[in-house]
């Protein structure tokens, strides 16, 4: 049974930095991994994901966090730093078992439809 398993969210202030994690198990094939965001009442958005080495970044991201995998271990990471209140968001991590997707990954960002697998997700809130 595939399962991914985020952890590290918190409570952070302006300017903080925090390190997610996401444990996965059960995948039988590669797959491309990615980090999505959710704002109350907005859409979730794609903010990275990282195939074959190479990481794609949205703009409202860029420099700021840094995606990192283990495939040894079944780990993913997202290290954010320079937190922003607007950061605050609930985080997936998310898979995709589709080969297509790793091109696609690094061409495009994340899209939600394209990936089949999801965590729970774990809250961030920056604020002081």
């Known amino acids: 049974q595939v399962q991914l398993v985020e952890s590290g969210g918190g409570l952070v202030q302006p300017g903080g930095s925090l390190r997610l994690s996401c444990a996965a198990s059960g995948f039988t094939l590669d797959y491309t991994i990615a980090w999505f965001r959710q704002a109350p009442g907005k859409e979730r958005e794609g903010v990275t994901c990282i195939s074959g080495g190479i990481p794609y970044y949205a703009d409202t991201v860029k420099g700021r966090f840094t995606i990192s995998r283990d495939k040894a271990r079944n780990m993913s990471y997202l290290e954010i730093n320079s937190l922003k209140p607007e950061d605050t968001a609930v985080y997936y991590c998310?898979?995709?078992?589709?080969?297509?997707?790793?091109?696609?990954?690094?061409?495009?960002?994340?899209?939600?439809?394209?990936?089949?697998?999801w965590g729970q997700g774990t809250q961030v809130t920056v604020s002081s």
């Open positions: 998310a898979a995709s078992v589709n080969s297509a997707i790793k091109a696609r990954c690094v061409m495009f960002g994340p899209r939600v439809f394209e990936y089949d697998y």
